[in-house]
Each structure stands twice: as structure tokens, then as C-alpha cells.
T-cell receptor
């Protein structure tokens, strides 16, 4: 019940395409759903996050769609660029003082020029 | 800017050695975390600490211990390194309350021969 399942494991798109990464969770107590972006040789960094009181959140070219009833959320990258090539992790948490996150398995995205 | 530093980027150790991985954060965060990152498995939580001298087991604590004597420093200890502990180790920190964002260090790639 603590797992977050992420798919696909890898994704290749052409520049300008819209890659979509999906995540599913079981624990209905989760109320915070972030996406982290990791470039080679770097630690993950927060990209965008959503709480279950909204169904969509946009920041620049990145959009999270959230479906509370299906217990699923996804990341869409509009007009993808080669610089978006990275590993993306979804995560889920129950808001608390410690902020313990449960991460998905990760998706390696390659955007071809 | 929050800065999380890890003592080594690359480390090679022999089976049976005691290994220390150090993490330091400069933002007075209460919470600190140690993860290991393996392809296809995402980030898995080893241990976390919500205050000096306080620690809790994560999802995969076996073979590891931690120490937090000062607020800014969180150490991961491999008591007797084994080849299955070859991995990327990531440290993160987060303040109590407020944003749930975790701030990651660049990681230590540990190889156990």
C-alpha cells in the first residue's frame, strides 16, 4: 500500500513532442505528489508538485494531471526540448513534519533533436 | 540557495570494510534522509532523522546504520560492506513544516569489490 508505480521505465521522443509519464498509488492518505527531475551526475531536484484539491497544475511547459478517484497522476512535458533529457521520478507523501516521500521507479527520458 | 554536500562523489571499498558516507546541509533543516538509487527501483529510503540524535528506519535499513550528532551532519554507515551495497547513495534535507520539498546532494557512487 506504500508503493508508487511509475511507467514507462524509458521514453524517447522527438523535439517538440509531448512525453507523458504516469504514476499510480494505493494509499488514499497521500496528499502531496511531487515530480523530481535528475540530470546525469546531479541529485534530483523538485520540478513541480500537486495536492489532491486540484486536478491539474501547470508550470511553464510542465503539467501535472491528477485523478483522485483513479489514484493516478501524470506528468506532461509540452514542446519537449533536448535539454529536458533527464530521469524523472514521481513521489507521494502524507504531509507531516518529516515529509517522508515514497518514490516511483523513475523514467529516463531522451528528447532527440 | 540550499546546499547539500556529500563527502565523496565516487568511492571504492572492499567487501567487509566499514564505510562512512557523510552529508552536510547548510540551511538548518531538521529532517535529513539517506536513499539509495538503483536502476529500475527508483529511490529507496534507508534511514531518516527528524532531529539531532533522532533516527527512524526507512524501507531498506538492513546492513546500514546512521549517526546524527549535529543538526547539519547526517552520516550513513555500512558496518560491513557487501557487493550488493554497490549503488548510488543520495542524501536529502528538508525543514519541518511548510513546504514538503526535499533538497538533494549530488550523490556518492559506491562500488564494493
Amino acid at each position: 500500500q506504500q508503493q508508487v508505480k511509475q511507467s514507462p521505465q524509458s521514453l524517447i521522443v522527438q523535439k517538440g513532442g509531448i512525453p507523458i509519464i504516469n504514476c499510480a498509488y494505493e494509499n488514499t492518505a497521500f496528499d502531496y505528489f511531487p515530480w523530481y527531475q535528475q540530470f546525469p551526475g546531479k541529485g534530483p531536484a523538485l520540478l513541480i508538485a500537486i495536492r489532491p484539491d486540484v486536478s491539474e497544475k501547470k508550470e511553464g511547459r510542465f503539467t501535472i494531471s491528477f485523478n483522485k478517484s483513479a489514484k493516478q497522476f501524470s506528468l506532461h512535458i509540452m514542446d519537449s526540448q533536448p535539454g529536458d533529457s533527464a530521469t524523472y521520478f514521481c513521489a507521494a507523501a502524507r504531509s507531516s513534519n518529516t515529509g517522508k516521500l515514497i518514490f516511483g521507479q523513475g523514467t529516463t527520458l531522451q528528447v532527440k533533436p | 540557495d540550499v546546499k547539500v554536500t556529500q563527502s565523496s562523489r565516487y568511492l571504492v571499498k572492499r567487501t567487509g570494510e566499514k564505510v562512512f558516507l557523510e552529508c552536510v546541509q547548510d540551511m538548518d533543516h531538521e529532517n535529513m534522509f539517506w536513499y539509495r538509487q538503483d536502476p529500475g527501483l527508483g529511490l529507496r529510503l534507508i534511514y531518516f532523522s527528524y532531529d539531532v540524535k533522532m533516527k527512524e528506519k526507512g524501507d531498506i535499513p538492513e546492513g546500514y546504520s546512521v549517526s546524527r550528532e549535529k543538526k547539519e551532519r547526517f552520516s550513513l554507515i555500512l558496518e560491513s560492506a557487501s557487493t550488493n551495497q554497490t549503488s548510488m547513495y543520495l542524501c536529502a534535507s528538508r525543514p519541518s513544516g511548510g513546504t514538503d520539498t526535499q533538497y538533494f546532494g549530488p550523490g556518492t557512487r559506491l562500488t564494493v569489490l
